[in-house]
């Protein structure tokens, strides 16, 4: 049987809402690119795929062109509310992060 080196991947998504015709698109996809980079980076150095994520979706919640964290929509009252898990598929156990 044939071995093939296995090279971390980490794939994020910007949010569907996004406008990027207002927006310069060049912005928008660096910082997609450094929330992705952050990850992998995490990965590279034998991080957990867990802490990866975290600091991949940190990347975009501290961005506020993204419907994450900073740039969250606002609920009726003009409040952000944030929640957010992840889930580590090993251990089939979930933490819960709120940001008040």
Known sequence: MMECERKPRIIVQGGMYTDLESGDREEFMDALKGA????????????????????????????GRFNAGRGSYKTDKGQVECDAMIMDGHKVDAEQYYEK
């Open 36 to 63: 992705a980079r952050n990850g992998y980076d995490v990965l590279k150095d034998n991080g957990t795929a867990v802490d990866a994520v975290e600091k991949a979706v940190r990347g975009l919640e501290e961005n």
